[in-house]
């Protein structure tokens, strides 16, 4: 089991800019490829962003190219979401998750199916 705890979201108005951050407690993060999804009120789960075990590959859903940056810091055992331009419909809770396998090599693609290990998720909320 590997535990994921996200943290950074928050209240900003639109036009801000968060960083959420994403760490494996007791479990080295660099193997996984790792993939943040997000889900508002009334709507079906996301995916946002996904970064490689070895941050060659980056993969973004098209609502948030450009304004969205993933990264990861293996030797911080953490990973990072930088978020530019928010927008009110960018307003959602953002979850952390890892996968064993590069899901988006295979026939998961963006899917949540892809990923193992899923966080408690994060609140982002963007005024307009």
């Known amino acids: 089991q590997v535990l994921l705890v996200e943290s950074g979201g928050g209240l900003v108005q639109a036009g801000g800019s968060l960083r959420l951050s994403c760490t494996g407690p007791?479990?080295?993060?660099?193997?996984?490829?790792m993939g943040w999804f997000r889900q508002a009120p009334g709507k079906a789960r996301e995916f946002v962003s996904a970064?490689?075990?070895?941050?060659?590959?980056?993969y973004y859903a098209d609502s948030v190219k450009g304004r969205f940056t993933i990264s990861r810091d293996n030797a911080k055992n953490t990973v990072y979401l930088q978020m530019n331009s928010l927008k009110p419909e960018d307003t959602a809770v953002y979850t952390c998750?890892?996968?064993?396998?590069?899901?988006?090599?295979?026939?998961?693609?963006?899917?949540?199916?892809?990923?193992?290990?899923w966080g408690q998720g994060t609140q982002v909320t963007v005024s307009s």
């Open positions: 998750c890892a996968a064993d396998r590069n899901p988006l090599s295979g026939p998961y693609g963006t899917s949540a199916r892809g990923y193992d290990y």
């Open positions: 970064i490689s075990w070895g941050a060659l590959s980056t």
């Open positions: 007791g479990r080295t993060l660099s193997s996984y490829t």
